[in-house]
């Protein structure tokens, strides 16, 4: 079976591990650094002694005193450290031996004839596994009395039991590290890693659908940002799923209303409900229902082409004026049957041209002056203004409708977007002006909105004013 390994885990053992290895370097360096210091305290230690063993022989030879008991207090005064100290003659014969031991250390012929020719040792040598630090020196009488003693040997022991100690201490210390910085370690692993923990759990309930648990951000440093934008995520997932509800709900609503039309006039043609002579009119009804679910089709399609980012446009120079023209015509039944007037507003006596793509406009356009003859009452009036101000041209359309309330006037662009749900939900889908946003970002152009409630609402766009063209 495999082990799946946590982040905890992986945290607490990373850390363990480089905290132990970075206490065996420090202390292994430490240590080695400490064993020359000893060394050097050692050495130092035997220089002393060698001189007052010196001074001591002097002493003896200058004043006449007794030599031998001068010189036998010299092994175990002043400190308390075990050695034993050997005097040799010129030919290489031991004179005194001071040892405290039972068995004196037996010490190389080879050190003495080399202190003899003048070159002092200085070396640990291994004594019953033990080793111990030797110094073999000559001596040399400085006043004009001659030593008969040539050659000194200190051997100091306790080298090893010291470094032992230290390496104990040493030891201690490391154990009493690695217990506190593993606990705290620990601590500082959980800490860390609880949080990715949470937000794992909480983003398998995401997956699940389950927008509404949130993570509890701490901090504001990487993890905490990772749980704000998980939150962030949630929310937004939340509403696209919502919208996605919506959508289906619309999308069915909008396609099952025509579609429940079409059957049941078909059916009661089928069944001669419906009179010879007013299948006609039947017909022209069915016509009307089949053009909305085109409609709603083919915004739904260029809508997600657009979002697709699969829509490019191709703009031209042509006459804008000459295309609203067009395009009330086309409404003209919608507004007589509204009793609508609609007026085209222009401040140049000729027609204004745009660098625009033509076939996306009629779309934009067509929609927005749609949306004005909707939403007006009966009897309204829809004003239409195209004027050239400076090098642009701006498009204004302006309707006697009830409004968008101001808080909802961002929203108009998103996607399904519908301000009275209920009351505009027999007509369109809420796509119409997302559609034209896009299209009006794809020109890098501007479109705003200024609308009140129960005084109308008026959608301006403004385009660079392109100069009239002869192929028109
Ligand atoms: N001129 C207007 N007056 C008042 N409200 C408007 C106007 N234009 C748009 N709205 C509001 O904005 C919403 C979105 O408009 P949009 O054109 O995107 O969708 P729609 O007209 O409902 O459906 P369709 O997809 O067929 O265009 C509308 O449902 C309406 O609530
Ligand atoms: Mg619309």
Redesign the pocket.
């Known amino acids: 079976m495999r082990i799946r390994s946590s982040i905890f885990t992986k945290l607490f053992s990373t850390y363990v591990l480089s905290s132990i290895a970075a206490f065996l370097i420090f202390s292994t360096v430490l240590y080695v650094l400490f064993q020359q210091d000893l060394k050097g305290d050692f050495l130092s230690t035997l220089h002393a002694q060698h001189e007052q063993v010196e001074r001591t022989l002097q002493l003896a030879y200058e004043e006449g005193q007794n030599k031998e008991a001068i010189i036998s207090t010299l092994g175990f005064n002043n400190d308390n450290s075990h050695k034993n100290i050997y005097l040799y003659g010129e030919n290489g014969e031991l004179l005194h031996l001071f040892s405290d031991s039972e068995e004196p250390l037996h010490i190389e012929q080879e050190f003495i004839e080399q202190a003899l020719s003048g070159n002092p040792v200085n070396e640990f040598v291994n004594e019953k596994g033990h080793r111990i630090f030797l110094m073999v020196s000559p001596i040399e009488s400085n006043t004009l009395v001659e030593f008969q003693e040539k050659v000194l040997v200190i051997a100091l022991h306790g080298y090893d039991s010291v470094a032992k100690s230290i390496k104990g201490m040493f030891m201690l210390a490391g154990l009493i590290t690695t217990i506190v910085a593993t606990c705290f370690l620990f601590l500082v692993s959980k800490k860390l890693s609880a949080p990715l923990q949470t937000m794992n759990v909480v983003a398998m309930e995401y997956a699940r659908g389950n927008f509404d648990r949130k993570v509890k951000v701490a901090g504001d440093d990487e993890i905490g940002q990772l749980g704000e934008t998980l939150n962030h995520m949630a929310s937004e997932l939340a509403s696209l799923d919502n919208m996605r509800k919506e959508f289906v709900a619309n999308v069915s609503h909008d396609m099952r209303s025509p579609l429940t039309s079409i059957n049941g006039f078909v059916g009661a043609m089928l069944d001669g409900t419906i009179p010879q002579q007013d299948q006609k009119r039947y017909l022209h009804l069915m016509k009307d229902e089949t053009e909305r679910l085109i409609k709603l089709v083919n ?1 739904l399609l260029d809508i997600a082409r657009i979002e697709a980012g699969q829509v490019s446009i191709q703009p031209q120079n042509y006459n804008i004026s000459e295309q609203i023209r067009k395009l009330m015509a086309k409404l003209e039944p919608q507004l007589t049957k509204q009793k609508l007037e609609i007026e085209i507003q222009s401040n140049q006596d000729d027609d204004l041209y745009v660098f625009a793509d033509k076939d996306r406009f009629d779309q934009v356009l067509g ?1 927005l002056i749609e ?2 003859v ?2 007006s009452p009966q009897k309204g009036i829809v004003t239409v203004r195209v004027l050239g101000i400076g090098r642009e041209v701006s498009i204004s359309i302006e ?1 006697q ?4 309330p101001r808080e909802e006037l961002s929203h ?1 662009w998103d996607r399904f ?4 749900k209920a009351r ?1 939900q027999k007509v ?7 559609i034209v946003k896009h299209i009006i970002d794809l020109h890098g152009a501007r479109i705003d909105v200024e609308s009140e409630v129960g005084n109308g ?1 008026t959608f301006s766009i403004t385009l660079p004013m392109a100069s009239k063209i002869a192929k028109e």
Not at 417 to 420: A, G
Not at 428 to 434: D, R, V, W
């Open positions: 915004d929609n949306n004005a909707h939403f309707d409708g009830p409004g968008i108009i977007f519908k301000v009275d505009s369109g889908t809420g796509i119409g002006l997302s609402t």
